[in-house]
C-alpha cells in the first residue's frame, strides 16, 4: 500500500507544480518509493463557490489543467463555501471551471465541498467528477464521521484533525470506510479552537462578496502566523514516521497536507519532507529556486 499525498495550491501554486512535477517525474529517485501524488487542489482568486481559506489563485485555469493533463495528477476544485443559495449555482465561472475540469485527460478529476445544495447541483449537472467531504464540516465527533463515511456520494472524507489519533474508533473500521478516509496532517491550528466553523463561515462570507469584519483568531500563537515547527508539535500532526509505521500498515493511505494561503516557500518544505527523501532535498531545492548567485540578506 502507498500513500497518497493530497497538495495545497491548484492555481495558487502553478509556478511551483510547473517546476516540481517534471522534477517528479524525471528523478522519480529523489522521491520516497512509498509515496505518491494522489491530486493537486485549489481554487482561483475570487470564486463564488471557493471556502476554507480566501483563494489567491492567479494562474490562468487553461494553463492549469493542461500541466495537470500533461502529468496525468487528479485536480481537485475546492468548492467549500458552506454559505451557498440557489441564485449562486448559476454563477459563470464556478460552471466553466467545472466543464474545464471535468472531463480534463484521463485522469478524474474531483470536487472538495461542505454544502449540500451544491453537490447536489453537481452532481446533476456535471456528474464526471468525483466529490470530497470537506474538513470544513468541523465533524468533530466519531459517530459525525462514521455517519459521512457511510455516504455514497462522496469517494472521500476529510476529517477535523483533531479526529486523526482516535485510534480506538479508527482502527474498528471497515477497511471500505478507512479507504475513504483522508486525514489533514498539518493543521497548525490550536488543538482545542472552539471557533473553526465560525473561521470558515467567515471566509465563505467573504468569497460571497458580503461585508463583513475579519474573524479574529483566538489562539495565543495566532500574532506569529504558521509555522510548520509549531505544526510539528500540535498532537494531531501525522509525519512521515506516523504514515509508514502506523496508517498505512492500518489500512489508511491518503492524507492532505494544507497550505493554499500560505508562501510557495512554505509549501516547497512541505513536499521536501512529506515526499522528498533527504539526501536529496538539495536536488530539489536546487532544481526549483537555489542557485549560487540566490542573495537572501
Not at 50 to 64: I, L, M, S, Y
Not at 79 to 108: I, P, Q, V, Y
Request: aromatic share 14%.
Amino acid at each position: 500500500m502507498k500513500a497518497h499525498y493530497h497538495l495545497p495550491g491548484l492555481f495558487e501554486f502553478y509556478e511551483l507544480y510547473r517546476l516540481f512535477l517534471p522534477l517528479y517525474r524525471a528523478h522519480r529517485e529523489y522521491f520516497y518509493d512509498w509515496c505518491e501524488i494522489g491530486s493537486i487542489y485549489g481554487a482561483p482568486a475570487d470564486c463564488l463557490w471557493g471556502g476554507g481559506r480566501v483563494g489567491f489563485g492567479e494562474a490562468k485555469a487553461d494553463e492549469v489543467a493542461m500541466l495537470m493533463r500533461e502529468y496525468g495528477v487528479s485536480s481537485r476544485l475546492t468548492f467549500s463555501n458552506s454559505l451557498l443559495r440557489a441564485e449562486h449555482l448559476s454563477d459563470r465561472s464556478c460552471n466553466a471551471l467545472c466543464a474545464l475540469f471535468e472531463k480534463n485527460g484521463e485522469t478524474k478529476n474531483g470536487v472538495i465541498l461542505t454544502s449540500e445544495l451544491l453537490l447536489g447541483y453537481l452532481r446533476q449537472h456535471y456528474p464526471g467528477f468525483y466529490f470530497v467531504s470537506s474538513t470544513t464540516k468541523v465533524l468533530t465527533s466519531f459517530d459525525q464521521l462514521d455517519a459521512e463515511l457511510g455516504r455514497t456520494e462522496f469517494d472521500a472524507v476529510v476529517p477535523d484533525f483533531r479526529l486523526n489519533k482516535d485510534f480506538e474508533h479508527l482502527l474498528a473500521l471497515p477497511d471500505e470506510k478507512k479507504g475513504k478516509l483522508e486525514f489533514l496532517c498539518n493543521e497548525c491550528c490550536d488543538f482545542a479552537c472552539a471557533e473553526r466553523r465560525a473561521c470558515y463561515e467567515n471566509v465563505s462570507r467573504k468569497n460571497l462578496g458580503e461585508s463583513c469584519a475579519d474573524h479574529i483568531c483566538a489562539s495565543p500563537a495566532a500574532a506569529g502566523g504558521y509555522r510548520f515547527s509549531a505544526a510539528m508539535k500540535n498532537p494531531g500532526f501525522i509525519g512521515i514516521g506516523d504514515i509508514q509505521n502506523v496508517y498505512l500498515p492500518n489500512g489508511f493511505s491518503h492524507f492532505k497536507l494544507e497550505g493554499r494561503s500560505l508562501g510557495s516557500a512554505i509549501v516547497l518544505e512541505f513536499l521536501l519532507y512529506y515526499l522528498t527523501k533527504p539526501e536529496y532535498q538539495l536536488n530539489v531545492r536546487e532544481a526549483i529556486y537555489l542557485d549560487s548567485a540566490l542573495d537572501l540578506f
